[in-house]
């Protein structure tokens, strides 16, 4: 037993790897959030030991003995408040998983420093932490109010475009709001996954005795176990929840086995004791060398081409052919971790009618509760999921992780049952961005107006399909940017392979088409000998101009050349300045679009007390979708913020596919706003679902081969502007021009670009998520992945363009999915002002102290 004092009270704890776990998991103290534990790379876990802020998950509790440790939960009521309220108030915080760890560090920094803490020293210490979300501006912005003494100030609220908080701002920046991970029900057990040791090898026997034979473990589950489906998939159900005895791994996150025990640690030392007998086969991981293989990737499927897609219009050779330029160029993109901050969990836990409940983290409940229900051999009303509002996603929890094999368990045992991954779990398991292979030919005339575009794409998708069919659709026709071109030929392939499996992330396909865009754009404007600004703002699309696979565009896009006149004063300020300058430009879709029937519902009840419950279909995960539904509804109703109360679960049939491509504020607002008139149409009566819809059922989808489809029914866009110190190298600013259509609260939206830019910059420079020859990833810890740190973000200068939406809820258009679109593009851009050097391969590494300085070396 070790003795401390925690939060000023003696405490005696077990056994445990380290003080975060006998925290957690024996103290129940859970605002220290465990991201990476033990490795000690996110700062989630942070604590005062002693006074000095202490990372716990790398602190033995031998060390911790008779050691003064201080959380949150310790903090004085008033400083906690002042903590939190300030962090609300400038928008320094979006998921919230990070932001407990960090407040406790800044703490430590004020306690010492006092209003001598400077902004730049801030974000120096704050190295030790991560944050996925924020890009960190508005964090430092919380700090220097806190270092000054100043009193936080007034958070408002109201409806649409106001600057308030974010709803459960204040609990999330405490840690009192909670994840899935930090539930607890009594008789809770704990599972843990036994992943492939090979990449693609016949599985000949699983042998799960030594397993079972630890004490404390109460259940070893396989394929054999599996009533009903073994395959599952939000849109194509080719991914197994288990890899049989007789089948075949097809990327080393395939899931063997799954051992439940009464703690974590036992479930996750007895799941290396399951033993798997192989026979090893050559894994397939070169994409193109992939698609005329006579082997297949994965087991029981044929081939390795996932899906081709590709359009055509006008003559491409022939106006290629005489143009006054032309380029032709190849471009590559990497894959890429999300790193979201917060691992997946799932929590199941079944009831005495006979109905399994599962607390999720995913991104999209409905899914998950169709897919259990299908693996499990029920009924959907079986099986009720609750969305827990998660810590981060990015689209890397569209796919179940681990859902599917907890719920199983907790089904068959009849005991709640809660698995979550560990980081390397995580890095196994869920999708990445896509690497992508583009090939570009492109020609325009002599006054630098495009003329042409042929484009040939690969990616390699991995071995399953999650939503790489649509992936490689939202780049093939996006592949022109947001630009009119007369002559367009687009082919696109996806592949199958045996690397991690590739899904859905932010950009969502238009990121790496755009970065090949913006660079034959930037190589024609210097054939002609114009400026990057003026060579986009000639070509940018118009109400009426026929885009990309031949959509006619609306009044939505005057947004595209707003975006650059609100660019064009920095642009001119900095090169007059003789600054190095980037300029990029992009267009984003909202919604799935394609053809596809977008009804989406919304729930809004009024309680006797005064309470208004809004129920939605989407899943919070930083973005502020509950904030959204929010302010809708105090826009419609008039009631205080106060009042409402926002729930996800699957009790009510709201569901719409995956919280995705800007979905859920478009979507959802719309949705939210007529439950909201159906309620004062009816007086607003206590105890009555007053239900809502919006949908969206006139786009188009290629196959039907009409002339002018209408693809999406809303796109956003946005101008970065990158500029370089030509003495150093560095990036001393970005300018994020963003359209957002109307900003239903610009403080979150502000927020959003900062994040995303900070995101781009780093898919830009440094990050990447590379795999040997046998499919193995090599960065397999945060450390490693190249997210820049605090210390080497610029100044990331938000401007928002409102150009409304036609046909949209309130002319919304959403800001979450372009948010990174243009700046690669901004980035390579800029380096070639600065050395005369194109790039055409991301990431652009760039030796340390240039660009951003040392990403995380």
Same mark, same amino acid.
């Given at each position: ?83 939190? $309220?300030?962090? !609300?108030? %400038?928008?320094? *915080? ?6 407990? +760890?960090?407040?406790?560090? =800044? &703490? #430590? ?86 992943? $492939?040791?090979? !990449?693609? %090898?016949?599985? *000949? ?6 397993? +079972?034979?630890?004490?404390? =473990? &109460? #259940? ?86 996932? $899906?081709?897609? !590709? ?547």
């Amino acid at each position: 037993m070790t003795k401390f004092t925690l939060n000023g009270q003696p405490v005696e704890v077990g056994d445990h790897p380290h003080l975060l776990a006998a925290l957690r998991e024996e103290l129940d103290v859970t605002s220290p959030k465990d991201g990476c534990s033990p490795s000690g790379q996110c700062g989630c876990c942070t604590v005062l030991i002693d006074g000095k802020a202490s990372v716990s998950c790398q602190i033995s509790l031998e060390k911790a003995a008779g050691r003064s440790i201080t959380t949150l939960e310790g903090f004085d009521a008033t400083e906690r408040e002042r903590l939190a $309220a300030a962090f !609300a108030a %400038a928008g320094a *915080l979006q998921c919230g998983f990070c932001t407990p +760890g960090i407040l406790v560090r =800044v &703490k #430590a920094l004020i306690d010492k420093k006092g209003s001598g803490l400077t902004r730049d020293e801030a974000a120096r210490y704050l190295g030790a932490h991560l944050c996925r979300c924020t890009g960190y501006s508005k964090i430092l912005d919380a700090v220097e109010v806190l270092a000054s003494g100043e009193s936080p100030p007034a958070i408002p609220s109201g409806g649409l475009g106001t600057r308030g908080a974010r709803y459960e701002g204040i609990e999330l920046a405490l840690g009192d709001r909670d994840y899935v991970d930090d539930i607890r029900v009594a008789g809770m057990l704990h599972g843990a996954l036994r992943l $492939a040791d090979h !990449a693609r %090898a016949d599985v *000949l026997k699983i042998d799960t005795t030594a397993a +079972g034979a630890v004490p404390g =473990v &109460k #259940a070893v589950f396989t394929a054999a176990d599996v009533p009903g489906d073994l395959r599952v998939g939000i849109i194509h159900a080719d991914w197994p929840v288990f890899i049989p005895e007789g089948g075949r791994t097809s990327y080393l996150g395939d899931v063997l086995a799954f051992v439940v025990a009464d703690s974590r640690e036992t479930a996750r030392e007895a799941a290396k004791l399951v033993e798997v007998s192989y026979r090893p086969l050559r894994p397939l991981t070169d994409a193109v060398a992939a698609i005329d293989d006579p082997e297949d990737a994965v087991w029981e499927l044929d081939g390795n081409v996932l $899906a081709r897609r !590709a359009y055509r219009r006008g003559d491409v050779d022939g106006a290629l052919a005489t143009s006054a330029h032309t380029v032709h160029e190849i471009f590559q993109t990497q894959r890429v971790e999300h790193a979201f901050l917060e691992p997946e969990s799932t929590l199941a836990t079944p009831g005495p009618d006979g109905t399994l409940k599962v607390f999720s983290g995913g991104q999209g409940v409905w899914d998950d509760r169709n897919q259990i229900a299908a693996v499990l051999g029920v009924t959907t009303a079986q099986v009720v999921v609750e969305q827990v509002s998660n810590g981060g996603a990015f689209g890397g929890k569209e796919d179940m992780s681990n859902q599917a094999q907890t719920a199983l368990a907790a089904w068959l045992l009849q005991k709640p049952v809660k698995c979550t991954l560990s980081r390397e779990e995580s890095l196994l398991l869920h999708p990445k961005r896509h690497p992508f292979r583009i090939e570009y030919w492109a020609g325009c005339d002599g006054d630098g107006r495009l003329t042409a575009l042929k484009a040939r794409l690969l990616s390699d998708s991995g071995p399953y399909a999650s939503v790489g069919v649509e992936v490689l659709e939202r780049a093939a026709g996006h592949a022109s940017g947001p630009y009119r071109v007369p002559a367009i030929d687009v082919e696109s392939i996806a592949v199958r392979t045996n690397n991690p499996v590739c899904g859905a992330f932010r950009g969502f396909g238009a990121n790496q088409a755009q970065f090949a865009m913006e660079g034959v754009i930037d190589r024609l404007a210097a054939e002609v000998g114009i400026s990057a600004w003026e060579m986009r703002f000639r070509n940018a699309v118009t109400p009426g101009v026929v885009w990309g696979p031949g959509q006619i565009m609306d009044d939505g896009s005057l947004g595209a050349r707003a975006c650059l006149e609100a660019v064009k004063p920095a642009y001119d300020e900095a090169v007059n300045g003789g600054k190095a300058v980037g300029l990029g430009f992009g267009l984003k879709n909202s919604g799935l679009g394609n053809g596809f029937l977008e009804i989406v519902r919304a729930v809004v009840r009024f309680s006797e007390d005064g309470e208004v419950e809004v129920r939605h279909c989407w899943t919070e995960m930083g973005q502020g979708v509950h904030t959204v539904a929010l302010q809708v509804a105090v826009e419609e109703l008039g009631v205080d913020p106060g009042q409402v109360r926002v729930v996800v679960d699957t009790t009510r049939e709201l569901g719409a596919g995956q919280t995705t491509g800007s979905r859920g504020t478009v979507m959802g607002a719309g949705a939210v706003s007529d439950a909201c008139r159906r309620a004062l149409a009816d007086g607003c009566r206590p105890g009555v679902d007053y239900e809502g819809e919006y949908r969206v059922d006139w786009t188009n989808s290629l196959d039907e081969g009409l002339e002018n489809p209408v693809i999406h029914a809303v796109f956003s866009y946005a101008a970065q502007l990158v500029v370089l110190d030509r003495e150093t190298g560095k990036i001393e600013k970005v300018v994020a021009v963003h359209d957002v259509g109307r900003a239903v609260n610009p403080l979150l939206c502000e927020g959003q670009i900062q994040g995303a830019v900070h995101m781009g910059l780093g898919y830009a420079l440094s990050e990447e998520f590379p795999c040997d020859d046998e499919g193995r990833p090599q960065n397999m810890t945060l450390r490693s992945l190249g997210i820049i740190r605090a210390k080497d973000v610029p100044t990331i200068e938000v401007i928002l363009v409102e150009a409304p939406q036609p046909r949209s809820p309130y002319g919304i258009k959403g800001v979450g999915e372009i948010g990174l679109v243009p700046t690669a593009g901004a980035v390579a851009a800029a380096l070639h002002d600065l050395d005369g050097l194109w790039r055409s391969s991301l990431p652009m590494r760039v030796p340390v102290g240039a660009a951003v300085g040392a990403a995380d070396e």
